[in-house]
């Protein structure tokens, strides 16, 4: 009886206003802004948008939204726009188009006055916090027709794909070898907003850049994962990679690592350790993947890392890292290995640990191997050294040294991909 009270009076309100009234579908209550989605909202995303002129992104789609009369149009303005971010953050890595804001702030720099104005080229936090602007939009979007969750569901998997480049892979014909590689988003951002990500960085940084190797040029398409559970689970770096792994000549995982050094990831564990994701929600478990019965504990690099490691890359030093954290066969406790898993055991954390860089390392290389390819495949992980802001800035979004350890590590990552090819391609 309440329920149809309800409806009626629903139907009374449509009435009034000379309007119909909503469809069951149109009624549904719309989501709220992911925890990720909600850290927009504070001082840091908002000048990081402003300074890189990415702040007029979330907007502009908003108002595209409004011109949308069916879900196959706003699937439409979604694709459309989603690959539009994408391809702007790139060329603003890469030099091509505006690097900033036109607008001057009159806003107070450390140490005093003066104006801030705009944002390195290298910065990857413009195309994550506009990304985010943007899957607020659709989330909290009420059309005017009826939308239903599956489909306001398949309109923020569309925006994500293209504006990660996930679906911005494209080789040219030919005999140029081919390379992915593969960064992230910033995390850890309740702990400091600034955070800027390397990995997602040098993904802006090569993508679509030709590298030269002994054996000839090497194309370099690259894509960037978010930092969730959730979407691993589901399968987003198998989607994104099967289609090209048994076409591609080399691939490498990127993510930030450990402070002051590149690290070769040489072994990958099975095992989630529940540190806390975006989304701060936690998961501790076996890493979830399809058919887990033939599911190995362990995967290994086909990356060339002892080539990588004896050549002069840049200025951080790069180590064969070799280390996990296994229970040993027969075991209850877990033990660290320092080279490596001994038969039998169940991992605890790869040579990567057991958050999400060890996972898309182990995903990536387990379905090379599923594949069929770890003979033929030279792939696996590298992780950067961790990104740091100069002595005593504790608020500035940005700062020299900031950039200048942000340029070094994807210098230095094009020059570990350059090696890893010129070996790998020889052989």
């Known amino acids: 009886m309440t329920s149809l009270r309800v409806r009626i009076g629903v139907l009374g309100v449509a009435l009034l206003a000379g309007t119909s009234a909503p469809t069951a579908a149109q009624a549904t209550t719309v989501p709220a802004p992911t925890v990720e989605e909600q850290r927009l909202d504070r001082a840091v995303p908002q000048e990081i948008l402003r300074r890189s002129g990415f702040d007029a992104v979330a907007p502009e789609l908003a108002e595209a939204l409004t011109g949308a009369h069916s879900y196959a149009q706003a699937r439409q303005i979604v694709v459309r726009e989603g690959s539009a971010l994408w391809r702007r953050a790139v060329d603003r890595a890469q030099g091509r188009g505006p690097a900033e804001s036109k607008r001057r702030e009159a806003l107070p720099c450390k140490g005093g006055g003066g104006q801030r104005v705009g944002l390195s080229r290298d910065d990857d936090r413009p195309l994550y916090w506009a990304?985010?602007?943007?899957?607020?939009?659709?989330?909290?979007?009420?059309?005017?027709?009826?939308?239903?969750?599956?489909?306001r569901t398949r309109l923020l998997d569309a925006l994500e794909r293209t504006s990660r480049g996930q679906t911005d892979i494209r080789y040219p014909g030919g005999h140029m070898r081919r390379i992915i590689v593969t960064g992230f988003d910033p995390f850890t951002l309740d702990r400091d907003i600034r955070i800027s990500n390397p990995s997602g960085a040098t993904a802006l940084a090569l993508d679509g850049t030709v590298i030269r190797t002994a054996e000839g040029p090497a194309r370099v398409e690259t894509a960037?994962?978010?930092?969730?559970?959730?979407?691993?689970?589901?399968?987003?770096?198998?989607?994104?990679?099967?289609?090209?792994?048994?076409?591609?000549?080399?691939f490498t995982t990127v993510?930030?690592?450990?402070?002051?050094?590149?690290?070769v990831e040489r072994t990958n564990g099975a095992w989630r350790g529940g540190y806390p994701d975006n989304e701060n929600l936690s998961r501790t478990e076996t890493v979830p993947v399809t058919d887990p019965a033939s599911q190995p504990q362990w995967t290994t690099t086909t990356l060339p890392y002892a080539a990588i490691v004896a050549a002069k890359t840049g200025r951080f030093?790069?180590?064969?890292?070799?280390?996990?954290?296994?229970?040993?066969?027969?075991?209850?406790?877990?033990?660290?290995?320092?080279?490596?898993?001994t038969a039998g055991s169940t991992a605890r954390a790869g040579g990567g640990g057991n958050y999400l860089s060890n996972e898309i390392a182990y995903r990536a290389t387990l379905l090379r191997d599923r594949l069929g390819l770890h003979d033929t495949l030279p792939g696996g992980h590298v992780h950067t050294p961790v990104l740091e802001f100069g002595a005593g800035?504790?608020?500035?979004?940005?700062?020299?040294?900031?950039?200048?350890?942000?340029?070094?590590?994807?210098?230095?990552?094009?020059?570990?991909?350059?090696?890893?090819?010129?070996?790998?391609?020889r052989k």
């Open 317 to 341: 030093p790069v180590y064969d890292h070799t280390e996990v954290t296994e229970i040993p066969a027969g075991g209850t406790d877990p033990v660290v290995r320092a080279d490596g898993p």
């Open 224 to 250: 960037v994962f978010p930092v969730r559970w959730d979407d691993f689970a589901q399968g987003t770096v198998e989607r994104t990679l099967r289609p090209y792994l048994p076409k591609v000549d080399l």
């Open 393 to 425: 800035n504790t608020t500035e979004v940005t700062d020299p040294d900031f950039v200048r350890n942000r340029v070094d590590i994807i210098d230095q990552v094009r020059a570990i991909v350059t090696v890893a090819a010129d070996v790998s391609f």
């Open 255 to 263: 993510s930030q690592g450990r402070v002051g050094r590149f690290d």
């Open 131 to 151: 990304r985010l602007g943007m899957t607020r939009e659709v989330r909290t979007w009420e059309p005017g027709f009826a939308l239903s969750a599956q489909q």
